[in-house]
């Protein structure tokens, strides 16, 4: 039996070059302290635990995290479950806000990020620009596909940065893809080109409710 167009470019898909954007697990939101320093909560380490049966069919090669611990913490579930090498790698942390969030409630917070995305050469919050931000995360991304040709890479990172490079890289909008886009998510491009595969837009445990 011949295979129909949509199991052919799935095939084709699994079996090409990739590159995996992950974004981490449900942190725990604590606003006396920077973001760059939140810690999985439990309900984000079960979904991390969920990950890699979404990964293991594109047969990735390594996991490379973000320095931020949530990153960390995601990347290193997912490497001990499909039992692949994992490091760290500079330039892979999310927009710098180096202040704690403090009172700033979601609808304001979504309201900066919008301006952020919406201003891209001025600062407007935090101590990057958004494209300071882009610049540094895609110069990470290449340098890593520069050291391992023809591998799959997960990268695990975070929802602005990765937005960002999706927004250049696919032409999809940043501030629209950052708002549907959960704790964690999952981003396959095929290499070289960087075309769009697939999205896998929230991961939720069956401990969580749904509404």
């Known amino acids: 039996m011949l295979a129909s167009p949509d199991q052919r470019g799935r095939s084709e898909s699994l079996s090409r070059h990739n590159l995996i954007l992950v974004r981490h697990s449900l942190p725990i939101f604590q606003s006396e302290i920077p973001a760059s320093q939140w810690r999985l909560s439990e309900e984000g380490f079960r979904r991390a635990a969920l990950l890699p049966q979404h990964l293991s069919p594109y047969h990735p090669t390594r996991i490379i995290s973000s320095p931020e611990t949530k990153a960390q913490q995601t990347a290193q579930i997912i490497a001990s479950s499909l039992h692949l090498p994992w490091f760290i790698k500079v330039g892979l942390h999310e927009h710098e806000r180096p202040q704690a969030a403090g009172n700033t409630s979601q609808e304001q917070f979504e309201n900066l990020v919008a301006d952020f995305f919406a201003h891209p050469n001025q600062l407007v919050f935090g101590s990057e620009s958004a494209d300071q931000a882009?610049?540094?995360?895609?110069?990470?991304?290449?340098?890593?596909?520069?050291?391992?040709?023809?591998?799959?890479?997960?990268?695990?990172?975070?929802?602005?940065?990765?937005?960002?490079f999706i927004s250049h890289k696919c032409g999809l909008e940043a501030f629209e893809l950052w708002r549907r886009l959960g704790l964690p998510f999952i981003i396959v491009l095929s290499l070289p080109g960087f075309q769009l595969q697939h999205i896998t837009e929230s991961i939720q445990s069956l401990h969580e409710p749904r509404h």
């Open 134 to 164: 882009s610049v540094r995360f895609s110069s990470a991304i290449d340098q890593l596909i520069t050291s391992y040709p023809q591998e799959t890479l997960v990268i695990v990172s975070h929802g602005t940065v990765i937005s960002l």
